[in-house]
């Protein structure tokens, strides 16, 4: 009996030494980090503020992240609304779990905002990788409460480790200010490649149309709508535009939401066709700057201005 | 379960507590339904099998023991070979036999299909069959006593540690054990969790990580150049090499910890200096089991040449053969077959040149060679994709191999494979594990750390299935 606790205690030394310094050097390395504005990080919650209140906050892909990871797209966000905007949309095919999972955080952290925009993209009800298997852990710091609620969220264990270790990774400890000014350049009606748009399609939708995956993420959604409610927070839900027409989920999410409005109070907005133009996009399906003025002044600030 | 999942991480410490609670007679009780539960992790069903190879195995293993007339005896043991080995054929084999089989039917007259197989390979067969046979020929053979206690037989059989992939214990070793007392010694556990944890880390962070390279190439074998066939297959060799050897690893250290001693499985492979002398050092309880219950059987050596010569290539290809049902490993064994008779027929050559450092370098590197080329039968899809890979062996050397790692990862892998043969060189004049546990503590800790951070960083923790998993 001895031995079995003399081993317990060293087997838990070694473990407590090397979490002590490893948590040692994320300290260490947290000192260094820079005040990031918006358009210099993929991070949301080094930027997240607390206790503020603002007009507006953002949920969604990528589609929605460029409003404000470009410095010219954010000053046009807020300038065309008029708002003071937080935006937590995320990058590479942001889903609805890890949506929701930012949204807690932000009132978490004591903010309050007038209305959540949520930029929804149907692809994201379709697919595991934008929701359990997505890369957002990899750009944000580690906070063990954040740790925590994932942890009890159900997160999948990988997600997990993935988030502890990548904070260890050369990309995390060596990172600098990335800067996005603007984003200028545009396509022409001949990029609009049949065979481009099916890829494109086809890469959005590599797991096909689940109505098991899109039944597990719904029910993210409605606990974001659920929360907005008690809250007192006005959701609007908006399809951003993008030139690949209807996606293959496209309908089952509408009809969906429409359904769902009954239950729960939320504005809706299909805006997936309002910006045919290919001039106004960088690629198939994302804004460039242009179309971020244009998709702001044209669609969003009425939305949320009730006209 | 896996050895490298996070289930394992509670598994196996609630194991080893509660084997240490009770009294050593009654230790069966505990890792028994243990073991069922580690293998029914996987898929529950077919622990069904294990029992009816249990029952069959222990219920001959007393006839045995009761029967004197020889007919019977006989007759016994080819009714428990037929169970296992039918088992085997029907859940390992069929496949690839109606597969094979049914285009050739319309050529006898048949005018019916072979229907397919509905299910999937139960994990581990092939070994626990192989155990429980050797069980069963010593016993028939009388070098064996019957086990007359079922649960400490069907723990023979199903003993967690090494039952999905050994190694393939016999029972004058393992079985013995199972009735000993084993007290919580701290330097034979601390042993066994040392040899566990490298054991992981070559798993891991070893063979995980060449997988990348490896599943790269040999997944599009069209797009494969030279260069990078060479390098993808030397990565292959050090991937199943230390997944399979880290498997053992892990289970020989879990035994350990639990005072069990099981045979070692590999002996640094790698610097075998001829193809037999790398039988000696690869899967030792694999290529033992051959040599004791088939090679042997067959006249081994004591035959004529041409005797001896078809022997060598039924053991070859059955091994081949065992470790799955296709071509390639068929192949495979073939080839080991061709070069284990060139080697002795080139063993006057060899006699001359002497015993030197650098001709048993040369001669090694040689074997490796010749090894790594067989792997290519060995983990390529069909014997298709082996040729194509070989084909493309002698072209594409004027441009970079494209290995679906960067630059930076490639220097990691190369450096994981020089480390891991640094080691082993460091163990030809040593025992590697008694040098450190002579170190000082902070030196010792410092290796834990280094482990532990390696691990942490570098692995691969995907919970990647072990590649003989499937064998």
């Known amino acids: 009996m001895r031995d079995m606790i003399r081993l317990a205690v060293r087997l838990l030394a070694l473990l407590g030494i090397n979490a002590a310094a490893g948590w040692g050097l994320l300290c260490l390395h947290e000192t260094s980090l820079p005040d990031y504005a918006p358009w210099e990080t993929d991070s949301r919650l080094l930027i997240m503020p607390e206790d503020k209140h603002l007009d507006a906050a953002f949920l969604g892909s990528s589609r929605a992240y460029l409003f404000s990871r470009f410095q010219a797209n954010h000053a046009i966000t807020e300038a065309e609304l008029g708002r003071t905007v937080f935006n937590m949309a995320m990058p590479s095919g942001g889903g609805v779990r890890p949506a929701r999972f930012y949204f807690e955080e932000f009132l978490a952290r004591g903010n309050r905002c007038d209305v959540l925009v949520y930029f929804l993209d149907p692809f994201v009800f379709f697919a595991t990788g934008p929701n359990d298997g997505h890369k957002f852990v990899w750009f944000e710091p580690f906070r063990l409460d954040f740790f925590l609620r994932m942890a009890r969220d159900g997160y999948p264990r990988a997600q997990l480790v993935d988030y502890l270790r990548s904070k260890f990774g050369r990309d995390w400890l060596f990172q600098r200010r990335e800067l996005l000014v603007e984003h200028r350049s545009a396509l022409t009606p001949n990029d609009l490649d049949p065979e481009r748009i099916r890829m494109r399609r086809d890469h959005l939708y590599y797991q096909g149309l689940s109505d098991a995956t899109f039944r597990r993420y719904r029910r993210e959604f409605v606990r974001i709508a659920e929360r907005c409610e008690r809250e007192g927070i006005c959701l609007v839900v908006i399809i951003p535009p993008t030139l690949l027409g209807a996606e293959p989920g496209a309908k089952a999410l509408v009809d969906w939401l429409q359904e769902e409005r009954k239950r729960v109070t939320f504005g809706f907005h299909d805006y997936v066709d309002a910006v045919p133009e290919p001039r106004y996009f960088y690629n198939l399906d994302h804004l460039n700057t242009e179309g971020v003025r244009r998709f702001m002044r044209g669609f969003v600030a009425p939305a949320l201005n009730g006209e | 379960m896996l050895f490298n999942s996070f289930e394992f991480m509670l598994f196996f410490p609630s194991v080893v507590l509660l084997h240490f609670a009770v009294p050593q007679r009654y230790r069966w009780v505990v890792l028994l339904p243990a073991s069922y539960g580690f293998y029914m992790a996987w898929k529950p069903g077919y622990v069904v099998l294990i029992w009816l190879s249990t029952l069959v195995d222990y219920f001959a293993g007393l006839g045995f023991g009761r029967l004197d007339r020889k007919g019977l005896r006989r007759l016994l043991l080819m009714g428990s070979l037929l169970t296992n080995l039918g088992l085997l054929f029907v859940f390992k084999y069929y496949g690839f036999f109606a597969a094979n089989l ?270 790594c080329f067989a792997w290519i039968f060995f983990r390529a899809q069909s014997v298709g994709d082996a040729f194509t890979l070989i084909r493309a062996l002698s072209g594409g050397w004027s441009s970079p191999p494209v290995l679906g790692v960067s630059a930076v990862t490639f220097v990691l892998l190369a450096g994981l494979v020089g480390f891991l043969l640094a080691v082993q060189w460091a163990q030809t004049w040593d025992s590697l594990h008694e040098r450190f546990t002579r170190q000082p503590t902070w030196v010792r800790w410092g290796v834990y750390s280094a482990a532990l951070w390696g691990v942490f960083l570098l692995g691969a923790l995907k919970q990647t299935q072990f590649i003989y998993f499937v064998f």
């Open chain 2, 102 to 371: 049914d285009p050739l039917l319309p050529y006898l007259g048949w005018t019916f299909h072979l229907p397919d197989a509905p299910w999937v390979l139960p994990v581990g067969i092939s070994f626990y069959t192989f155990q429980t046979l050797a069980y069963t020929i010593e016993v028939y053979r009388g070098t064996q006593a019957p086990e007359r206690h079922l649960g400490r037989f069907a723990l023979y059989v199903a003993f967690f540690p090494q039952l999905v992939a050994g190694p393939i214990e016999r029972a004058r070793n393992l079985l013995p054990q199972f009735s000993e007392h084993h007290g919580f010694d701290y330097a034979r556990v601390t042993e066994g969790l040392r040899l566990m944890a490298w054991g992981l880390f070559k798993k891991v962070v070893i063979a995980d990580r060449l997988a990348e390279v490896v599943d790269t190439v040999y997944g599009n074998p069209e797009a494969a150049t030279g260069p990078a066939v060479v390098v993808a297959t030397v990565f292959y060799a050090f991937q199943i090499y230390c997944d399979f050897s880290g498997y053992s690893d892990i289970a020989i250290g879990a035994a350990r910890v639990l005072g069990y001693r099981l045979m070692e499985n590999f002996r640094r492979p790698y610097f075998a200096i001829s193809i037999a002398d790398f039988w000696r050092r690869w899967h030792i309880s694999l290529s033992t089991w051959f040599r004791d219950y088939l090679y042997i059987p067959l006249g081994g050596s004591r035959v004529t040449a041409p005797r001896w010569c078809t022997n060598i290539v039924i053991v070859f290809l059955l091994s081949g053969l065992w470790h799955g049902a296709n071509w390639t490993f068929l192949a495979w064994g073939a080839l080991h077959a061709v070069y284990l008779l060139v080697g002795r027929a080139m063993a006057p050559f060899w006699a001359r040149l002497g015993e030197g450092e650098l001709v048993r370098l040369l001669r090694g590197v040689g074997v490796f060679g010749l090894v």
